[in-house]
Nanobody
Framework: QVQLVESGGGLVQTGGSLRLSCAAS????????MGWFRQAPGKEREFVAT????????DYADSVKGRFTISRDNAKNTMYLQMNSLKPEDTAVYYC?????????????????????WGQGTQVTVSS
């Protein structure tokens, strides 16, 4: 199984930007659908964005659409989440996740249960 390590979190003011990275081990990264989720204090983990194995298809939660961009570089075994126009409600621990089933991007990839591997998370805090 792949190991995932997130980085790039931090403290930023409202309206600022951050880019998160998710570095994956293993030679089959390019066959996995990947996703970003987040969990705010006292709330359930929620879907943020997902990307197909090739990077050609993406899907976003309505709350981040137009502000966040998910991408991947299969040569570097790395996925990214560019976050712009950040709001205090974006404050959360952000997790990357991998689906090992080698399937196309599906609506189910909005669900936590579709993913097999998770990173440890990186904290994003947006101050008002």
């Amino acid at each position: 199984q792949v190991q995932l390590v997130e980085s790039g979190g931090g403290l930023v003011q409202t309206g600022g930007s951050l880019r998160l990275s998710c570095a994956a081990s293993g030679r089959t990264f390019s066959t996995y659908v990947m996703g970003w989720f987040r969990q705010a204090p006292g709330k359930e983990r929620e879907f943020v964005a997902t990307i197909s194995w090739s990077g050609g298809r993406t899907d976003y939660a309505d709350s981040v659409k137009g502000r966040f961009t998910i991408s991947r570089d299969n040569a570097k075994n790395t996925m990214y989440l560019q976050m712009n126009s950040l709001k205090p409600e974006d404050t959360a621990v952000y997790y990357c996740a991998a689906d090992h089933h080698q399937v196309p991007l599906l609506p189910q990839h909005r669900l936590i249960s579709q993913y097999d591997n998770w990173g440890q998370g990186t904290q994003v805090t947006v101050s008002s």
